[in-house]
């Protein structure tokens, strides 16, 4: 699979929904971030995300990582490796972690969301697989189970909102005390839909896919990572619907997510660490844009208004907290 070459005939967002994973090592990463964004103002139901589920769904060991050992041992510095390391990290991490928290989410919802949903899980742990792959065999992490990767790659991950002390882990223990408590849900997805799957992972990818793609490295991470960048079309998709339909069931559950947002973005200041952007050719102040476009755009899109105060707030977003 190559990375660089533009789609042939199909207009761009038909070969985003429709190559296979062979093809979409040519679909380049902003084609995939404007298919996030395609149906957010009309957002699609359950069984039509279900559908393009059962359509897009690809196999995680069909991914050929020789190339991409080769690059990462020989083409890439010791800079690069360790920036890209850091800033996929948290990706890692946060696809197992909602792989197991989802469940109690699903319970709560419709039948169709439910069935939906449980195409998400399955991506979830698809993902997962797939991170595991790349650091075993590309990265050579140790370990021999995947919790044993997992664990190599903890010292990487900043807790602020994945881990087992960061905040989504804190609302998933809220939400498992009562999994149909509205209130509780809207506080879960709107960290998890709007801001981790939303801004933190779509902002990993655009950052680390265009950074294979110019350098012309990693081609099964590209290729795979892509596909991944795809199914978070359906999660943010989904996971906006249901906030939106929250507001409009509920307009109390603004308040819930105005003040989910004022948490996340005070925590957000608080840096421990800092992300050696720049190596993978990304400066602090473009990633700041970047994460202020994706929420910005995501808010607007499904129409949720937002107060002065977080209007300021998110005008101060830390980069560094990109990674998860």
């Known amino acids: 699979m190559s990375i660089g070459q ?3 005939a199909k207009t761009r967002q038909e070969a985003v929904e429709q190559s296979s994973l062979a093809q979409i090592g040519d679909v380049d ?13 009309r957002l699609p139901d359950h069984m039509e995300l279900y559908r393009r589920y059962l359509r897009q769904r690809w196999d995680v060991y069909e991914l ?5 050992v080769i690059d990462w041992r020989t083409r890439m510095s010791q800079e690069e490796r360790d920036a890209f390391v850091a800033i996929s990290s948290g990706f890692h991490h946060g696809e197992r972690q909602v792989a197991v928290d989802l469940p109690v989410f699903m319970l709560g919802g419709t039948e169709e969301s439910k069935i939906y949903m ?5 991506d979830e742990a698809r993902h997962t697989v797939f991170f595991d792959r790349f650091y075993r ?3 050579a992490l140790p370990g021999s189970t995947v919790q044993e990767v997992l664990d190599a790659s903890y010292p990487y991950v900043s807790e602020t909102f994945v881990g087992p002390f960061g905040l989504l882990a804190y609302q998933a223990d809220e939400l498992r005390r009562d999994p149909e408590d509205l209130a509780a849900r809207t506080r879960y997805g709107t960290t998890y839909f709007l801001w981790i799957e939303g801004v933190l992972a779509l902002s990993v990818m655009k ?6 793609r110019t350098r012309k490295f990693l ?7 892509t596909a991944t960048c795809r199914d978070e079309a359906r999660h943010v998709q989904g996971g906006m619907r249901f906030l939106r339909d929250a507001v409009q069931s509920d307009p109390s559950q603004l308040r819930e997510i105005h003040e989910t947002l004022r ?3 005070s925590m957000n200041g608080a840096v421990s660490r800092r992300l050696a952007l720049e190596a993978l050719g990304w400066t602090p102040e473009e990633v700041r844009r970047l994460m202020i476009r994706q929420l910005s755009m995501k808010l607007s899109d499904v129409g949720i208004d937002l107060p002065p105060d977080i209007q300021q707030m998110i005008q101060r977003i830390e980069p560094e907290l990109a990674g998860g």
Do not use: W
């Open 137 to 139: 065999e590309v990265v």
């Open 6 to 8: 533009a789609p042939p």
């Open 118 to 122: 449980s195409s998400q899980i399955e």
């Open 219 to 225: 081609p099964a991470y590209y290729a795979g990572f």
């Open 64 to 68: 050929d990582f020789t190339q991409d």
């Open 207 to 212: 950052i680390t896919l265009t950074y294979c």
């Open 29 to 41: 990463i902003d084609d995939v971030l404007d298919y996030v964004h395609a149906d957010l103002k």
């Open 263 to 265: 948490t996340i973005l």
